[in-house]
């Protein structure tokens, strides 16, 4: 974004010209586009699980309710809880990549493992999600890598599968190599994402708006950190998708032998 200001100096004498100033402002609009974003993002969003929470406590304190009943709003406070959790976490990730304060703790990382130890914690909550998770994989690769920074980066897209699959969906996630890179792959076989969505999808903020994203609900910001992420390992991300099929996240990240750690 460019700003451009003229004026015309007229000189005794005859001195003529134009004084022209052209100054870049994409900083200070993006900062101003982020803030109207978080602003809404943040109304709607803490909004909606407020509401549910408070309406299902006050529901369980005023009435006699039944076992089963019970059982059902804890789990929607449960989940309503989890989505706050999550939105808290990458609304400040988001406000510390800006300020550039995010620091890396790169160590020696088998991937393998840290892909199934997310994929356990997400097995272990089987009962809430109802989705089937599948690890297909017989390589170990090993990366240097920031292990929160990676935990967080294959969270946010199986959270992202899941969200955007239908109840007993499933999600197929492999680990592979080739020469030089480590590949994981995230498929989903759920709403999919429409073509004119490929080039922001990566964007603060951005989410594809339809009902069902609507229903959904996010703060278009997981993908924006993953982008991120992925960036400070000098890794790749992308996307492959068909509206109505489902989608596929692949991440490649460099290899790192083990003798050059
Ligand atoms: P959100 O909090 O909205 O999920 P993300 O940044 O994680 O934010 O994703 C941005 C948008 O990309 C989402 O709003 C959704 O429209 C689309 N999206 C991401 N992952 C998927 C997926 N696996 N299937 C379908 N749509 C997806």
Redesign the pocket.
């Known amino acids: 974004h460019l700003e451009v200001y003229a004026e015309r100096i007229d000189i005794e004498g005859g001195w003529k010209g134009v004084i022209l100033v052209i100054r870049d402002i994409t900083r200070e609009t993006e900062a101003d586009r982020l803030k109207t974003e978080l602003v809404s993002t943040v109304s709607h969003e803490l909004r909606t699980p407020l509401s549910s929470i408070y309406g299902f406590t006050e529901l369980m304190l005023n009435r006699e309710i039944d076992a089963i009943k019970q059982q059902k709003y804890l789990s929607t406070i449960h989940n309503e809880t989890e989505r706050l959790s999550n939105l808290v976490t990458?609304f400040l990730d988001v406000q510390r990549m800006q300020s550039g304060g995010q620091r890396y703790q790169m160590a020696h990382l088998d991937l393998y493992s840290i892909v199934d130890q997310v994929i356990g914690v997400y097995k272990a909550s089987n009962g809430l999600h109802d989705i089937q998770l599948h690890l297909l994989s017989v390589e170990r690769p090993a990366i240097i890598g920031d292990e929160t920074r990676i935990k967080q980066l294959l969270n946010?897209?199986v959270?992202?599968?899941i969200?955007?699959?239908p109840d007993g969906g499933q999600v197929d996630i492999t680990v592979s190599t080739d020469q030089e890179n480590a590949t994981i792959q995230?498929t989903?076989h759920?709403?999919?994402?429409p073509q004119y969505?490929f080039a922001h999808?990566?964007d603060k903020?951005?989410?594809?708006?339809?009902s069902d994203?609507r229903r959904?609900?996010?703060?278009?910001?997981?993908?924006?950190?993953?982008k991120e992420i992925v960036k400070e390992h000098d890794g790749v991300i992308h996307?492959e998708?068909t509206v109505g099929k489902?989608?596929t996240?692949t991440v490649a990240l460099p290899l790192h032998a083990l003798e050059n750690v």
Do not use: E, H, P, W
């Open positions: 990458d946010n897209l959270n992202n599968a969200k955007y699959s995230i989903d759920g709403i999919g994402i969505a999808l990566f903020f951005y989410r594809v708006d339809n994203t959904i609900g996010g703060t278009g910001l997981g993908l924006s950190i993953c996307v998708s489902g989608s996240f």
